[in-house]
């Protein structure tokens, strides 16, 4: 049965119904994150996402569920769209009640948070 929902999800990630199927990336990025934890633990997963860019191109496929983006272009519309949804229980840390600005999961108080502290991280400041 294990056997048989690995090679299921195996070929769902190989198959050209997946949602990133149309990114270029190494086979063993789109099949597992092992590879990627692999180089996060050995602490060159800045080097490798760098050399996959100069082999594939502005957008990698690092993971199953994973792009890298290479391009200035996109930041803003990647990061700067603080208005968009809240961020998912991923976010806390253990079960701990969020702290920081970080770590704070409803878009409307993170984002009364933030106007608070924004002023001190311009270039003026």
């Known amino acids: ?11 769902y990630r190989l198959s050209p119904w997946h949602p990133l199927a149309s990114f270029p990336g190494p086979l063993s990025h789109r ?3 092992l590879k ?14 760098a050399e996959l860019h ?6 990698v496929r690092t993971g ?17 769209v603080s208005h968009c949804m809240d961020k998912s229980k991923a976010y ?3 079960r701990l009640d969020a702290g920081g600005l970080f770590f704070l999961t409803d878009v409307k108080r993170h984002n009364e948070r933030k106007r ?3 002023g001190a991280f311009t270039s003026a400041a």
């Open 64 to 80: 199953p569920s994973t792009l890298s983006i290479n391009s200035h272009s996109a930041v803003k519309s990647i990061y700067a």
């Open 1 to 11: 049965f294990i056997l048989a929902i690995v090679c299921i999800t195996v070929v």
């Open 31 to 33: 099949i597992t994150d």
């Open 116 to 118: 608070i502290w924004s």
């Open 36 to 49: 990627l934890a692999y180089m996060v633990y050995t602490g060159k997963r800045h080097q490798r996402i």
């Open 92 to 94: 806390r840390p253990g």
């Open 54 to 59: 100069r082999e594939y191109g502005r957008i």
